[in-house]
């Protein structure tokens, strides 16, 4: 009876893990079943969604590029409108985002400032420029004819006329910078303040109230530039030099014995040479003319039309400027601002670097050519660029100062000349003041011979005859 049951037992177990199984298995069965109706009943509307997705995504491509390309007035982008508001949002986003050379220099914002300091823009030095074609290009102006005298503002073809000449502002005659040099040899200073462009140069003031802006530097090429630079302008006959000369740091000398204090706080150094120039009151920063701002600049005959005669006298002595920067290599004016259009496009429309305006006469001052000669030289490989660019842009000179050019390209004494003026003019300084090396000689006689071929090739190319 027992041996019964247990097999009863048994029997009833088996049967009820086979429902179980059966159990689990339709569970499974009917899972799988409602996953695959699931996935049935989903994919059409995933390829619904990426299909509408791809449509909407090609209109609005279609309505966003397609449509203004063939709605939109052609030239639209490229109005003076919108090039105006360009500009001035360029302008805007740049002129806080300058980089300096110098970190110890303030930023100026003020053009009421003293006279001798403008607003610039630091030099950059450590980036290589990007490769822009300044070359001018000259349009074919049929039927442009430049006479003998075309109306008193052009002779020759090339050369500015009787009634430019004739209202160009006196400058600095060779008489104010004799009698300069010898003020400032004996005439004790009894002031001293800061002021004069930026490091150790200060603002003088000498016992009768004359005022002078003294450059101090502890190598000597700055000094040589400065000076070399005032004989050479001297030799070209361009009056826009003020006038300097030198001085010898001597603390118990009459001259400084009075500032002594103010000289020691200033750093100076005895036995050193400095540059004195004639302070010029009342300056206003000056501006790039017009023709020479954008890419295809350029200053031909052609282009003085309309002008009127101040605007041309204004010209005339930016044809000196031009002339004169090149040969000295000066990279502290206008070359600055070429250089910085890489990272301001406005940037030709600021005021030039070192450049200066009289009011009243309208004389443009040239100053702070301490880069030139020497510093400028040992950079040529990297901003000759830039220098070649403003001379091609030049075809329009004064008559003296291509007669000038003429005569240092004819003898080839540039060298002697400049020699023989810091002998006559500052004897003493022999030993504390080398005079300019052979190297810049014979690099300032080769850039007198590109200036000569220039003016030749304006000659040529705008004679008197007709033009076609």
């Not at 000289?263 to 005895?270: G, P, R, V």
Request: aromatic letters at 8%; proline letters at 6%.
């Amino acid at each position: 009876m027992c041996e019964q049951q247990l097999v009863t037992d048994d029997v009833n177990n088996k049967r009820r893990r086979n429902k179980a199984h059966h159990l689990v298995m339709l569970t499974s069965w009917n899972n799988n079943q409602f996953s695959t109706s699931q996935v049935g009943r989903t994919s059409p509307y995933r390829t619904l969604c990426l299909l509408t997705a791809g449509l909407a995504f090609i209109l609005g491509l279609v309505v966003g590029v397609m449509i203004p390309l063939y709605v939109l007035p052609r030239g639209a982008a490229s109005s003076p409108a919108l090039r105006r508001y360009l500009t001035r949002l360029n302008a805007n986003t740049s002129s806080d985002n300058r980089v300096f050379l110098d970190q110890a220099t303030p930023r100026r914002t003020n053009y009421t400032k003293a006279a001798t300091e403008f607003p610039s823009v630091s030099f950059v030095m450590n980036s290589a420029p990007p490769v822009v074609d300044f070359r001018p290009k000259v349009p074919q102006e049929p039927g442009f004819e430049v006479g003998e005298d075309a109306g008193g503002l052009l002779q020759g073809g090339v050369y500015w006329g009787h009634q430019v000449e004739d209202s160009m502002p006196t400058g600095f005659a060779e008489s104010e910078a004799e009698s300069w040099r010898r003020f400032a040899r004996k005439t004790p200073v009894v002031k001293v303040e800061e002021g004069c462009g930026r490091m150790q140069n200060r603002l003088l003031t000498f016992q009768d109230g004359t005022r002078s802006c003294c450059r101090y530097r502890q190598n000597t090429d700055q000094i040589q530039g400065e000076l070399f630079s005032f004989y050479l302008g001297r030799l070209l006959g361009l009056r826009n030099l003020a006038p300097s000369s030198l001085a010898l740091v001597r603390l118990r000398d009459p001259l400084w014995s009075r500032v002594r204090p103010q000289l020691s706080l200033a750093q100076w150094s005895e036995e050193r040479a400095v540059v004195l120039t004639r302070f010029v009151p009342s300056l206003e920063p000056a501006h790039i003319p017009s023709s020479l701002r954008t890419s295809t600049r350029r200053l031909h005959p052609p282009d003085i039309r309309g002008e009127s005669t101040p605007d041309m006298v204004e010209l005339a002595q930016w044809s000196d400027l031009i002339v004169f920067d090149y040969l000295t290599a000066n990279l502290d004016r206008v070359v600055n601002n070429l250089y910085n259009l890489q990272w301001n496009p406005a940037m030709m429309d600021a005021p030039a670097h070192n450049l200066a305006r009289e009011p009243h006469s309208g004389l443009l001052v040239f100053f702070d050519n301490e880069s030139g000669l020497l510093h400028g030289y040992r950079l040529l490989s990297k901003y000759e660029h830039y220098h070649g660019a403003l001379l091609e842009a030049l075809c329009v000179f004064r008559r003296s100062t291509s007669d000038a050019i003429k005569r240092l390209h004819r003898d080839k004494n540039v060298g002697q000349l400049l020699q023989a003026r810091f002998d006559s003019s500052d004897p003493e300084f022999r030993d504390f003041l080398p005079s300019l090396p052979d190297k810049s000689i014979k690099i300032l006689n080769e850039r007198i011979d590109r200036v000569y071929d220039q003016i030749t090739h304006c000659e040529r190319q705008y004679s008197v005859q007709k033009l076609t």
